[in-house]
């Protein structure tokens, strides 16, 4: 039997292990659930011939390198930080690798140990980063195999609540690890290209330098900027692109709100706040707003973001009751970001029987033959309940491809990558389509980046 190794049981696994066990008897495959929390394996592996649970805890390094040296293809589901550890036992026992995030700079300095080996360490192979690389670069690609030059390049992608399932003022649910969206764009500046100029966008104006995105059947998005566009240009081949932007989607009206929060400066993960446990939902809100003896917590929070109590930002903050005297935060040693987030994970966590929807949009404008020409490529999937989720689907699935066909030689080529290559993503995304995961193209006219025609740049 062939032996996959998957490290951490979080809630990314669920749809990958499915895939897996589907496949395992055709592909001959024992699939092993390593987990600090045994429970999570074991609820994972049910009572499949071919699956086991055990417990693996990845800071024991005997316990994590047995556990390595016994599989034949490792998947590390683990937080990114803790992915190089498991890579270096897979370069010394020679085993072939496989994570969704991003390719740190302690895992690309394995790249030249990797090739020597002819092992294959494929990173970045989720939804974003993931399904995003490989449906640009195979209309990329395709664009260029045509004689075509790339002029725009834009893509978003968002975790949301499926229409639905959205019953909240905020048009919004957690639908991933609620820590990435309280200190998104927090750490430097969003940088990118719009008709040859650079652009740049820091933290505190992110959230009200928004753009506006139509999906078919779906309707009106907004998105703001990611942190750093500009190295998609080395990453994808774009050297010479006029407009080149990436960012995050959300529900028009979402940036405006959590701006608020942006500006009181209560998504700050970069302090501790005293007597925290003790504290009230009330007592944090009152702690970014100055001093009155007669005025509100209310009064001093409209007045000091100028909201009128008739405005709809109002009426979201009231859903959240951040302003209630008699709720605690109870967290010791909190920062502010760590306590905004216990608070919306009451009233934003998917129920049982929530469906969250993934999704990702992309605009490819080019030269081809003296014309220039647009394509507009849209994805979306929707999750079946709280645990089978969108994002489940769209990052477990092409992690549970790749390490299959990576183990049947498909995919050989070796090194440290991410999925830019047509040996990588015409497979996985042919097989992802078979799962329900399709993009739908759209010939537009070009219009560059100034769709309305106004003067200036």
């Avoid at 809630?11 to 600090?36: P, Q, R, W």
């Avoid at 994002?391 to 049947?408: C, D, E, S, Y």
Wanted: net charge negative; hydrophobic share 40%; charged share 25%.
């Amino acid at each position: 039997m062939r032996k996959i190794l998957i490290i951490g049981a979080g809630k990314s696994t669920s749809v990958l292990i499915e895939y897996l066990l589907k496949k395992s008897e055709t592909e001959n495959l024992e699939i092993t659930i390593g987990d600090l929390a045994v429970e999570n394996a074991r609820k994972l592996a049910g009572n499949h011939p071919r699956a086991k649970a055990t417990e693996l805890d990845i800071f024991k390094k005997e316990e994590r390198e047995k556990a390595v040296k016994n599989a034949d293809i490792v998947i590390s589901m683990l937080p990114a930080r803790f992915h190089i550890e498991v890579a270096k036992d897979c370069l010394s026992f020679g085993k072939n690798m496989v994570t969704a995030s991003y390719i740190s700079e302690e895992m690309e300095q394995l790249d030249n140990a990797v090739k020597e080996k002819g092992l294959v360490f494929m990173n970045e192979i989720g939804v974003d980063p993931g399904i995003d690389h490989m449906s640009a670069m195979q209309v990329i690609d395709r664009i260029r195999e045509q004689g075509g030059k790339m002029l725009l390049f834009e893509s978003f992608t968002g975790g949301l609540v499926a229409p639905e399932s959205d019953t909240n003022l905020w048009n919004y649910k957690f639908t991933w690890n609620p820590r990435n969206v309280v200190v998104a764009g927090q750490g430097g500046v969003a940088k990118f290209l719009q008709e040859g100029k650079f652009k740049y966008i820091p933290y505190n104006r992110l959230f009200r330098r928004t753009e506006f995105i139509q999906v078919q059947d779906y309707g009106r998005f907004e998105v703001y900027a990611n942190r750093n566009s500009l190295k998609y240009k080395d990453i994808y081949g774009l050297e010479d692109i006029l407009t080149l932007y990436r960012g995050t989607i959300r529900r028009v009206g979402f940036s405006r709100a959590w701006n608020m929060f942006v500006q009181l400066g209560m998504t700050d993960d970069g302090y501790t706040m005293e007597n925290s446990a003790d504290m009230s939902y009330r007592d944090f809100v009152n702690s970014f707003l100055p001093y009155s003896p007669t005025d509100s917590v209310e009064l001093k929070f409209r007045h000091n973001l100028k909201i009128d109590q008739d405005d709809i930002m109002w009426d979201k903050l009231l859903e959240l009751d951040i302003f209630n005297p008699d709720k605690k935060v109870g967290l010791k040693n909190a920062t502010p970001a760590e306590i905004l987030q216990k608070i919306l994970m009451e009233k934003w966590s998917l129920s049982p029987e929530d469906k969250d929807m993934i999704v990702m949009y992309h605009k490819f404008g080019y030269e081809i033959n003296g014309e220039k020409k647009q394509i507009d490529s849209t994805m979306v999937n929707i999750g079946q309940d709280q645990t089978l989720t969108a994002m489940a689907r769209t990052v477990g699935l092409p992690v549970a491809i790749a390490a299959l066909k990576i183990l049947n030689g498909t995919i050989s080529t070796p090194g440290v990558q991410l999925p830019i290559t047509k040996e990588v993503y015409d497979p996985i995304l042919k097989e992802l389509a078979q799962n329900g995961i399709v993009f739908k193209e759209e010939e537009k006219e070009y219009l560059g980046y100034n769709p309305f025609g106004e003067v200036g740049n």
